[in-house]
């Protein structure tokens, strides 16, 4: 992960989730969601402005699925 992707990174994460809290959402869905966008993140090395919407959506259907078989 380089510095400027991670610092791009992080300046879209916050207002991602003062976005988030704006909606009216609750805490534990704002968390869940931004949990999701942080494990993004990591599995994209912090790339994720230049993501299609379809590799986000395969992604997170992967991840639900590993979540899913960890129970």
Known sequence: MTSS???GFK???QPH???L???GL???????CSRAIRR????FT???NDLSEL???KHLVYAQHEHELMR
Do not use: C, F, V
């Open 5 to 7: 992707s991670e610092s």
């Open 11 to 13: 300046q879209n994460y």
């Open 17 to 19: 989730l003062q976005h």
């Open 21 to 23: 809290k704006l909606k």
């Open 26 to 32: 609750q805490p534990k869905t704002i968390e869940a």
């Open 40 to 43: 993004i993140g990591e599995y």
């Open 46 to 48: 912090s790339e994720i």
């Open 55 to 57: 590799s986000e959506l």
